[in-house]
């Protein structure tokens, strides 16, 4: 059946009032899917839709969907319902959904919800964002040291529904101290007295609750997790970190650092208003718009040169472009590079050498061709020489500027791809044209 | 113990030739902590290092390697080892290490293995690469659905050490058919004797050998899930892509968009070598080199129009720059869009349509912006309204140029990053020369 089939299928449940038959089709649906029929469903039917599910899955269907649906669902159950959903999410889902909102509307969500569950919450609001603190969940199975191998998976057994994976067994000591980590795979073949002590490993990687998010995806990468467990300063044990909400970072990541690299304004998506979106690719843009006026004024400062020597103008925007270019490819390796290397001074300094290796090479080639491709256009040695060696020059400051600056940045603890992004732009137009005009000046003489 | 601290420990129990002690230290460590040590040993230790390892150790090691060095280990072991360890890597990160290899020297590393394996790898390596073919694992255990709830629990069990992850168990029918699927956790709370048909999940997400790895990642970051079953054309189970793969595509393919975006050159990380790097990131620069050319060939149609107002070449950098920035930004939108969106024609025409008006507001403000200061700097109200019609006209038609292209490209079939990031430049770059010197043509006797 296609998801047309089964929405036409469940407006028919939903008009014809059969919960049964409703039920039986959601049985075999994602929460995605549902989530999805959910939005396309004409506005009249959704309220139905919701009072034929039960919490659970009312829960797995928020989850699912974005905040704006997510507040018009909870406003559509009322608040004694909203209670128990709420209780049933995930926290960390949860704390992303309580979020932007205002605090009268939050005390309101959470009066509904167990104490228990709405404290977890208000904890991990307090971590800063994009910290493994807001990432991780509570749905995890732990056991104490003392526990034997059948005592740990009976506990598992237990808790098998409410786990988000039951890959691993985290193992505490007496004051919720992480000691340890066992796989269910090491449980299946251990013998079932054994104590776990015995059965663990006792070297766990975890993460802090205020590491950051981009440091916890490099950790469960590298080491193909699909749990990390997240502890508090003291080692205490606070939560675990899933890969499905890795995977969520990763992509983030990797569009915050598309959006920085192509100033292309932060999170705008197909769903992004028109004038949401042009507010949000302004400030680049009059940002562009000044360093162009920089830029202009360094020209105008050679007008009398180019009042001169016009051809000079047909050269610019190569020697721009081409200086810009090769610092933001720089600039990619490098901030793509910082994401999933170790960084110490021995790798800096091989990537610098690099650089300038690659830079030099480049310079020459592009040089030398330039140089010819000028001369037999203008018919000028003199003006050939002056764009070639302006290029040669400007490709290795170009380059140079686009491996260094993101590293002094990521030195300096500021992210490398924020500022350097439009920076590098800046910094590569006016080295370029203070070099290029600088020489033609020089051999203002020879060029007319 | 720091990392530090433990080769040294290692080197200590090579050197005094304590194999016990050696391995109750890597008994603690994980495969990417084994891998790290190994490559940082001193040469004349490593040879002792893979002697005091077990099968199973080596290869998992292997399988955090790069290329090289996964070459280089094996000819240490010899062929008789190198067989046994080949049998127990996993199926994909054998196919990746094979892959460029001589026809020669894949079948003397196939010929140590067993049969049933290297049968299954030649079969993975002759789906294209980036498909699900080439990602999936045989390492997962499948049920009959005529089994009971504990007859599946046993096979689990049996299976358990085996598998790639547990959490889910999939169902086939006598034609190798994929029928359903099963979690673990469904298992623990279904009863011992109930069949599988009727705890399973029929309606199963899958994919077949041939989908794109990019496709089979948002699959799996949409649905959540650690596995995703990949089958044939005729839904047999061929094997599994797991979420540990997974990641690597979505950073991979996040590494691909910006390559191509900043025409970065292809795989430049921070192992590779300056004469590799220039060479890749040549093609790009000598095409932008020419862009440039055919840029300053339009400029030098317009001669007679610069050398009577120079001025105007002083905002030239500054209208080509926004155009192309207007451009990049709007691509950087639709490209990472087109990742996690369903693509209809309303949507398309609604993201126009946004970019249009996105566009409109940008063009007015930045247009009106740009002629006063033109008007306050050079003191001439024609050049200002020049400079400010042009700006207005480019970055309608950048903003629409970096939105429409690569939804073409992507009707086409091509991947929208791949041609756009350059193409887009050029054709900014040349739209907005041609617009802001045409109609400073047209101005041209005011403007003097």
Redesign the interface.
Same mark, same amino acid.
């Given at each position: 059946m296609t998801e047309n089939q089964i929405t036409l299928h469940i407006i028919k449940t939903l008009k014809e009032n059969k919960k049964k038959e409703f039920e039986l089709i959601l049985d075999?649906?994602?929460p *995605?899917d549902i989530a999805h029929i959910y939005e396309n469903l004409p506005e009249k039917h959704q309220t139905r839709f919701l009072l034929f599910m039960n919490i659970d899955l009312i829960a797995d269907l928020l989850e699912e969907l974005n905040k704006d649906r997510q507040l018009e669902v909870l406003n559509k159950l009322g608040i004694e319902k909203t209670g128990k959903v709420l209780d049933l999410m995930d926290n960390d889902d949860l704390a992303v959904l309580l979020d932007d909102l205002s605090p009268e509307k939050i005390a309101s969500l959470l009066s509904g919800m167990k104490k228990s569950e709405s404290d977890i919450v208000q904890d991990i609001m307090k971590y800063p964002p994009e910290t493994a603190g807001r990432l991780m969940t509570n749905r995890f199975v732990w056991i104490r040291d003392y526990y034997t191998v059948i005592e740990a998976v009976g506990k598992l057994?237990s808790f #098998?529904?409410f786990?988000e994976? %039951?890959?691993y067994l985290y193992v505490i000591d007496q004051d919720r101290k992480l000691v340890g980590v066992v796989s269910?795979?090491d449980l299946?073949?251990a013998e079932p007295d054994e104590p776990i002590r015995n059965v663990m *490993?006792?070297?766990v990687?975890a993460v802090t609750v205020t590491t950051d998010q981009e440091e916890v995806?490099r950790l469960?990468?590298?080491?193909?997790?699909?749990a990390i467990p997240v502890v508090s300063d003291e080692n205490v044990l606070m939560g675990i970190a899933t890969?499905?909400d890795? %995977?969520?970072v990763?992509?983030q990541e990797?569009?915050e650092?598309?959006?920085k690299?192509?100033?292309?304004?932060k999170s705008?998506?197909?769903e992004?208003?028109?004038?949401v #979106?042009?507010y949000r690719?302004?400030p680049?843009?009059?940002l562009?718009?000044f =360093?162009?006026?920089v830029?202009?004024?360094i020209?105008?400062g050679y007008?009398d040169t180019?009042?001169k020597v $016009?051809?000079l #103008?047909?050269?610019?925007?190569?020697?721009?472009?081409?200086t810009g270019?090769?610092g933001?490819?720089?600039?990619? &390796?490098v901030v793509?590079?910082l994401?999933?290397?170790d960084i110490n001074k021995n $790798?800096i300094f091989?990537?610098i050498m690099?650089?300038f290796? $690659?830079s030099l090479? =480049?310079g020459i &080639?592009?040089g030398v061709?330039?140089s010819l491709?000028a001369f037999f256009?203008q018919g000028s040695a003199i003006l050939g020489a002056v764009v070639g060696i302006s290029l040669f020059l400007t490709?290795i400051i170009g380059t140079l500027a686009g491996t260094i600056i993101p590293i002094i940045l990521y030195r300096l603890k500021i992210d490398p791809a924020v500022a350097s992004g439009p920076l590098i732009?800046t910094l590569n137009?006016i080295f370029s044209?203070v070099t290029y005009f600088g020489i033609a000046t020089m051999f203002i003489n020879h060029l007319m």
């Open positions: 075999e649906l994602q *995605y057994k #098998a529904e786990a994976t %039951i890959n269910y795979r299946l073949i *490993y006792e070297r990687i995806a469960v990468e590298k080491y193909d997790f699909l890969v499905d890795i %995977i969520d990763v992509i990797a569009n650092d598309i959006e690299l192509s100033a292309s304004g705008i998506d197909f992004t208003k028109a004038f #979106a042009a690719r302004l680049w843009l009059i562009l718009l =360093i162009g006026i830029s202009g004024s020209i105008s007008e180019l009042q $016009v051809a #103008a047909f050269f610019m925007p190569m020697i721009s472009g081409m270019n090769t933001t490819q720089s600039l990619a &390796v793509r590079g994401v999933s290397n $790798v091989r990537l690099r650089e290796l $690659v090479i =480049i &080639v592009c061709l330039i491709i256009w490709l732009t137009d044209l």
